[in-house]
């Protein structure tokens, strides 16, 4: 079993992402929205401020009560759309469940959706004609990237059927020339699915859920949840201490796909930056 080391591969590509703008007359400039004060939300902020110091970028954090109108956070992503230091435009979600999560992301600017989430953006995916990719999905491609492997023709299941993970991830799969099952919460006989894998791709949120007996032999695992568990661990949606001695590869939580994802929106920052000058 070997490790797929996502802190690894994320510090290179910011250390890539850092020369380059280090060569730039202007910063490329990001703007995250937070609505309210949730826990999860202010430490993924956090991580993200952090690796945008790292890298140079101009960093905006707009930080609101959660008693903010819909008429009021739409004002405040327009006027983002057309301020020339920002690139990039990312609205935390969560949001509070009086906001329309999906009138929100489609307001932010296609251009600057460095999330990939806006509907132009997803049918570029969906297209294989892709600009802004989410970052998730695209930081588990890097992954499997960063191992070498051949994707054409593989047999790859994703557990999830999120729009931010599951969906894009499918996509980012087929456009692989990989064969695709896209699994979710009322799957019947997922075992059957899983073992047939040569790439599971678990993204549902259920500590500990795939075990060791679902996975083929030296399949390639990759962990996309983290879940909190009362005794304050922080665990993924694999059964990591069992899997291990029966996947190939298999990526970690912590340090797995999660650095992957904020590198991927630095990654994602520079491209808008790019298309806009
Ligand atoms: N909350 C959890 N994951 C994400 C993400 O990828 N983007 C945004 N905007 N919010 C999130």
Redesign the pocket.
Known sequence: MNVINGKKIAQNLQASIKLKVDTLDRKPGLAVILVGDDDA?EV?IRNKEDACKEVGFYLEIINRFDNISQEELLFEIERLNHDDKIDGI?????LPKHLDVNLVIETISPKKDV?GFHSENIGKLMQNKPFLH???PKGVMLMLESIEIDLVGKNCVVVGASN?VGRPMACELLNAKATVTICNSKTKNLSCKLIQADIVVVAVGIPKMIQSDWIKPGAIVIDVGINRLDNGCLVGDVDFESVRKVAGWIAPVPGGVGPM?IATLLKNTLTAYEARI
Do not use: E, K, M
Request: glycine fraction near 0%.
């Open positions: 939300s993924y990312l609205v935390q979600l969560p999330d989410p970052c998730t931010i994802t």
